[in-house]
């Protein structure tokens, strides 16, 4: 009788990874799913509340309550818009639409649209006055999500201190992008996890900021790398080769 074991092998092995892909993709929606539904849920919860305050305040004629109220109901909308777009982004990662571009042009528009709070600083160093192929939305957007990490860094930060440092530069057929904060750093027993998905050290958001930017940059055929030492703030830079 043939002994047919080993022939079957591979089909067993390729059908064994197919089954743990799934259970790992199914897995991660239901962490995904529990996580939104946590993470929305408070800040609607706060707006809730803020439209009781204002609906007592309107009967009492209380204006400086309905305005506190009001800006209060405004902050937790817009973190519930930060939660889902994170969620989208992730989901919903398009082709990368390549086009010719001047690199500190884009850049200098990106920080100009950051919509940044009155007492923090933005350094610009930027040093690539020359074109390359990149989509200039997607890589944008890992920018604009490092940038956010970054703010929620220094938000503790003294006043004077709250300092974000964007800069540019050429190398061998490459261009980097970096963003440092002067923030507290990334603990040592947490720096190797902040790739994947979900994890945040945040006590909001789903933490996919950085799992979007990762996969932006190595669809561009880069890298994105970390220097972070506690109390010493955290650089983020993005490698980009000429394509």
Not at 193 to 202: I, N, T
Request: glycine letters at 6%.
């Amino acid at each position: 009788m043939l002994d047919n074991s080993q022939g079957n092998q591979p089909h067993i092995t390729d059908q064994n990874q197919k089954d743990t892909l799934f259970l790992e993709k199914l897995e991660m929606i239901e962490r995904l799913a529990a996580t939104i539904a946590h993470d929305v849920r408070n800040p609607l919860g706060t707006v809730n509340t803020s439209l009781f305050v204002i609906r007592t305040a309107i009967e009492r004629n209380q204006p400086e309550r309905i305005e506190k109220a009001l800006n209060l109901a405004e902050r937790n909308i817009k973190r519930c818009d930060s939660i889902l777009t994170d969620f989208l982004n992730i989901t919903q990662m398009k082709e990368l639409r390549i086009i010719p571009v001047n690199i500190d042009a884009w850049l200098k528009k990106i920080i100009e649209g950051l919509d940044l709070p009155q007492n923090i600083e933005v350094i610009s160093a930027l040093n690539c006055d020359r074109i390359f192929n990149i989509d200039p939305d997607q890589l944008g957007r890992a920018i604009t999500n490092v940038v956010k990490n970054g703010l929620q860094a220094i938000k503790d930060a003294l006043p004077g201190e709250m300092i974000i440092t964007i800069e540019s530069g050429t190398g061998d057929n490459t261009f980097f992008i970096s963003v440092s904060d002067t923030g507290a750093g990334i603990p040592d027993e947490i720096v190797s996890r902040v790739y994947e998905p979900l994890f945040s050290a945040r006590h909001f958001g789903i933490g996919l900021g950085l799992t979007v930017a990762k996969e932006i940059a190595e669809r561009h055929r880069g890298a994105i790398a970390i220097q972070t030492k506690a109390g010493s703030g955290t650089k983020v830079t993005f490698s980009i080769p000429a394509v």
